[in-house]
Every structure is written in C-alpha cells, then in structure tokens.
C-alpha cells in the first residue's frame, strides 16, 4: 500500500521529441506527488511537484498530469534536449504520522538522443 | 555554499567495521532524512529526523543509527558492517512535508 509504481524503466526519445514516465499509486491517502531528477554522480533534484487538488501542473517543458481517479499521475517532457538525460523518480509523500518520509518510485533512465 | 554536504564521498571499508557519515545543511531546514540508493538505483528512506522526532523505516536493520547533535547535523552511524550495506547513502533536508527536499552529493559506500 505505501507503493509508488513507475513506467518505464527506461526511455529513449529522439531530441525534439517527448518524453512520458507513469507513476501509479494505491494508498489515497498520498497527498504530495514530486518528481526528482538525478544526474549520474550527483543526488536527486526537484524538477516539479502537485497536489491532488489540480489535474495538471507545468513548468517550462514540463508537465505534470494528475488523475486522482485513476490513481496515477505522469511527468511530461516537451521538446526533449540531450540534457534532459538522466534518472526521473516520481514520488509520493503520506499526510498524518510519518509524513515527512517520500516513498519513490524505482526510477527510469531517460536518453534523449541527438 | 553548498546547501547539503556529506563527508566522506568515497567510504571503503572491510565487514564487520564500524563507520559513520556526517551530513551538515546550511538551509535552516528543520527536517533531515537520510536515503540509501542501492545498485538498482533504488531510492529508499531511511530515517527522517523533525525537530527531535525520529521515524525510522521498519526495514532499516538496528545496526543504523542516526544521530543529530544539533538541527544543522544528521549523522548515520553503522555498526557490524555487511556485504549488503554497500550502496550510496544520501542525506536530505527539508523545511516542511511539502516543500522539496535537497540531497547532498551522496556517499559511496563499498564494503568488502
């Protein structure tokens, strides 16, 4: 119940393209939905983040799409450039005790090729 | 100024040594977690440590302790070190549930 499932495992866009990663989740009572971005050697980054409350949050290339209905949520890459490529994680944060604790979900490798 | 700093990067060391990782943040943030990352590139949470609250993941063995002498500081301590431990270990920190969290550059620990 505290999982957070991510597709795919990896991803290879052309450049220009557009890059979707899915994220699916089963407890309701996941309130916070960030995606962080990690580069090879460096710790992960927050690239965007939403609240169920919206179906869809952007910034710049990237968007965020919210289903709470469905229970998923999915990153959106627009335009895709070679240094969007690296390791995406979705994740998904619980209200109430132990909240302050992110459960990720397994990551995909993104390559964006020229 | 780095925001989340962990020392030492790079940590090898044999099994059944005992090691610790210091992580220091320089945001005021009244949150800290510490992450490990094993080869798969999995994320998992450790400990999250909010003003004097400790919540540990049940999966963490006991041999893992966080320490933190005071808000700016999450220290990780390992005791008995095993094969498995080896993965990177990222300290975090956070001012509130729903504001980002800023890793550190991660530690690579390699037991043999």
């Known amino acids: 119940q505290q999982q957070v499932k991510q597709s795919p495992q990896s991803l290879i866009v052309q450049k220009g393209g557009i890059s979707i990663i899915n994220c699916a989740y089963e407890n309701t009572a996941f309130d916070y939905f960030p995606w962080y971005q990690q580069f090879p050697g460096k710790g992960p980054a927050l690239l965007i983040a939403i609240r169920p409350d919206v179906s869809e949050k952007k910034e710049g290339r990237f968007t965020i799409s919210f289903n709470k209905s469905a229970k998923q949520f999915s990153l959106h890459i627009m335009d895709s450039q070679p240094g969007d490529s690296a390791t995406y994680f979705c994740a998904a944060s619980l209200s109430g005790a132990g909240s302050y604790q992110l459960t990720f979900g397994k990551g995909t490798k993104l390559s964006v090729i020229p | 100024d780095t925001a989340v700093s962990q020392t030492p990067k790079y940590l090898v060391t044999q099994m059944g040594n005992d090691k610790s990782i210091k992580c220091e943040q320089n945001l005021g943030h009244d949150t800290m977690y510490w992450y490990k990352q094993d080869s798969k590139k999995f994320l998992k949470i450790m400990f999250s440590y909010n003003n004097k609250e400790l919540i540990i993941n049940e999966t963490v063995p006991n041999r893992f302790s966080p320490k933190s002498p005071d808000k700016a500081h999450l220290n990780l301590h390992i005791n008995s070190l095993e094969l498995g431990d080896s993965a990177v270990y990222f300290c975090?920190?956070?001012?509130?549930?729903?504001?980002?969290?800023?890793f550190g550059p991660g530690t690579r620990l390699t037991v043999t």
């Open positions: 975090a920190s956070s001012q509130d549930r729903l504001d980002a969290q800023y």
